[in-house]
């Protein structure tokens, strides 16, 4: 019989003990917007799963995907600006 052994070290919580970047908790930062506009479709979205929507959650839940459009509209003309080169 063969015996079947990992190839890797195990992973710990010890390994897993670490905290978030200066860089990554500035990306986060930026992106919070989009964030906020995507818990406030899935909320209106939420709100119409066990009955018919109506016309004013369907008004709701349109204003919200507008929203999050607006919103990965900017975060992507953000980004653009910080390539150099790109967007001029």
Do not use: C, F, W, Y
Request: aromatic share 0%; proline share 5%; charged share 30%.
């Amino acid at each position: 019989m063969k015996t079947i052994a990992a190839l890797q070290d195990l992973v710990t919580a010890a390994s897993l003990d670490i905290e978030p970047s200066a860089a990554e908790l500035d990306a986060i930062e930026q992106e919070m917007p989009l964030i906020r506009t995507e818990v406030e479709l899935l909320d209106a979205q939420i709100m119409t799963i066990d009955r018919p929507a109506s016309e004013l959650d369907e008004r709701r839940i349109r204003r919200a995907r507008r929203r999050v459009l607006a919103a990965r509209r900017v975060l992507a003309n953000q980004a653009t600006a910080q390539v150099p080169g790109v967007g001029a």
